[in-house]
C-alpha cells in the first residue's frame, strides 16, 4: 500500500513541475512517506527524518513534509518534535499536496496534474481498490491510521488499468488491507480486471479469512490470467488467542479454507502472516500455531514479534510477553515456516513452470514463486517455461526449458 501511495505523491509533485532526483540531498522538496504498523517501521522514519536537520540548516529553502500513517497518527506532534519539518499529510490526503506545496513556494505555477500516478520502473503495477480497514483486530492499528473502509467504485478501477501502458505493463496487483471485502463484488472486479486487453496476469493483497468466499476461490481457478495465489494472515493457529485478536474466524475455519482452495486449485499456494508472543499467549498455544503451519504445509509466512501499537486493545491487555520470551518464539516460528516453505517448495523440483520475466535471469511464477534461471536472453515482461533443478525456502532455480 505505501509503494502505491509514493507513486502517487510523486505524480503529484511531477503536476506541480518537480523532477525527481535519486540523491535526496539534491531535492528542493522531501516527502518522506511513512507507516505505523510497527513501532520499528516508526522508528526507522524517525530515524531518517532526524537526518534532514542538518540539510534543512543548509538549504533554508528545501520543503520536507511528513506523510502516511505515522503523519495522521500524531499529527501536528511531528510539527512540535521536529521543528524544521513544514507540513504532515496523512493517507488519502496527496490531493492536498499540490496546494500545500504551492502555497509554501509562492512564485511556482498552480498544480496542474496533482493525480497522476508515478510508476515506477517494472512489469508490475499496483492499483488500490480500497483503503481503510472496519476489523479492529486487538493488535492493528490500521483502523486508526487509514480509517473505515472505502471502495473504489468498479469503473475507476477498471479505467486505471486500461490507461496503463502494456508494453510496460504485464502484471496488475489490486491492492486493499481486506481486498476481498471490496463493496461492489470483489469476484467481479477479477474478472473485469482479467478481460482488460494487454495484461497476462492479475493479483491481488491482502485478503482477510473470514471474508474469503467461494466465488473468489472459483473466479481464481477459471481464469488463467487470476493468479493462483492467496494471502490469508492466519496471525495464530490457537483459538483462544484469535478470540482475544479479535480475528472472527477459528482454527478449523482456516483449515478448511486452506483445504477448499488447494481442492478447487491444486497448484495454489497460500501464503500467511504470523505474530509470536501476542499477550497472555502460553507455550501450548504457540505450538498449536507452529503445528497449524506444518499441517497445512504453508508456502512462506511473513513472521514478526508481537509490537503494542499505541490505541489498539491489546496494548493495553493484561500478561504481556517478555521480549526476550518473544524473541525466543519468533526464532522458532522462522525456523518452522523455513522448514515447511522447503518442504513445499521441493515438491516442484523437476517441473517446468511458467514464469513471467521481471529482470535478467529472475521472474516470479503465477504462484508468486521467486525464480532464478539460466539460458537464452527473454525479455523483461516475457513468459518463459523454466525446468525447476533446485528448490530452497524462498527461491526456485532452474533453467530456460527450450
Not at 319 to 325: L, M, R, S, T, Y
Request: a neutral charge.
Amino acid at each position: 500500500m505505501n509503494e502505491n501511495d509514493s507513486e502517487k505523491l510523486a505524480g503529484a509533485l511531477e503536476g506541480l513541475g518537480f523532477s525527481p532526483t535519486s540523491d535526496y540531498r539534491q531535492a528542493d522538496v522531501i516527502l518522506v512517506n511513512t507507516c505505523s504498523v510497527r513501532d520499528t517501521a516508526e522508528r526507522k522514519a524517525a530515524g531518517f527524518i532526524q537526518l534532514l536537520t542538518h540539510l534543512k540548516s543548509k538549504k533554508p529553502g528545501i520543503l520536507i513534509g511528513i506523510v502516511g500513517c505515522m503523519a495522521q497518527r500524531l499529527g501536528d506532534d511531528l510539527l512540535k518534535q521536529y521543528r524544521f519539518v513544514d507540513f504532515v499529510l496523512g493517507p488519502g490526503e496527496e490531493t492536498e499536496l499540490g496546494a500545500v506545496i504551492s502555497g509554501r513556494c509562492g512564485s511556482r505555477p498552480a498544480p496542474t496534474h496533482t493525480s497522476i500516478i508515478k510508476r515506477k520502473p517494472s512489469v508490475r503495477a499496483w492499483i488500490k481498490v480500497m483503503e481503510g480497514c472496519d476489523n479492529f483486530c486487538s493488535f492493528c492499528i490500521v483502523p486508526y491510521v487509514r480509517g473505515r473502509e472505502k471502495s473504489r467504485p468498479v469503473e475507476d478501477v477498471i479505467r486505471e488499468i486500461e490507461d496503463l501502458d502494456k508494453n510496460k505493463f504485464k502484471e496488475i496487483v489490486l491492492l486493499g488491507q481486506n481486498v476481498n471485502s471490496y463493496r461492489y463484488g470483489f469476484a467481479d472486479l477479477l474478472k473485469k480486471a482479467a478481460q482488460v486487453k494487454g495484461l497476462l496476469r492479475v493479483r491481488f493483497m491482502t485478503s482477510h479469512p473470514k471474508d474469503m468466499n467461494p466465488e473468489i476461490i472459483e473466479a481464481v481457478a477459471q481464469n488463467k490470467k487470476l493468479c493462483k495465489s492467496f494471502h490469508l494472515p492466519l496471525q495464530s493457529g490457537d483459538d483462544e488467542v484469535l478470540k482475544r485478536m479479535n480475528r472472527g474466524y477459528t482454527r478449523e475455519d482456516y483449515r478448511h479454507l486452506v483445504g477448499t482452495i488447494r481442492s478447487a486449485i491444486p497448484e495454489a499456494s497460500v501464503t500467511s502472516d504470523v505474530i509470536a508472543g501476542f499477550p497472555e499467549e502460553t507455550e501450548e498455544q504457540f505450538q498449536n500455531t507452529l503445528d497449524l503451519i506444518e499441517e497445512l504445509e504453508l508456502d512462506s509466512v511473513i513472521t514478526a514479534a508481537y509490537d503494542p501499537r499505541p490505541g489498539t486493545a491489546a496494548q493495553k491487555m493484561d500478561g504481556q510477553v517478555p521480549a526476550q520470551e518473544k524473541g525466543r518464539r519468533l526464532s522458532r516460528l522462522i525456523e518452522t515456516v523455513e522448514r515447511t516453505a522447503l518442504k513445499r517448495n521441493k515438491t516442484l523440483e523437476g517441473k517446468t513452470l511458467e514464469v513471467l520475466v521481471e529482470e535478467k535471469g529472475f521472474g516470479r511464477t503465477d504462484t508468486n514463486k521467486i525464480v532464478r534461471f539460466t539460458g537464452g536472453a527473454p525479455k523483461i515482461g516475457e513468459l518463459v517455461m523454466v525446468r525447476i533443478e533446485r528448490a530452497a525456502s524462498w527461491v526456485l532455480n532452474g533453467s530456460l526449458d527450450n
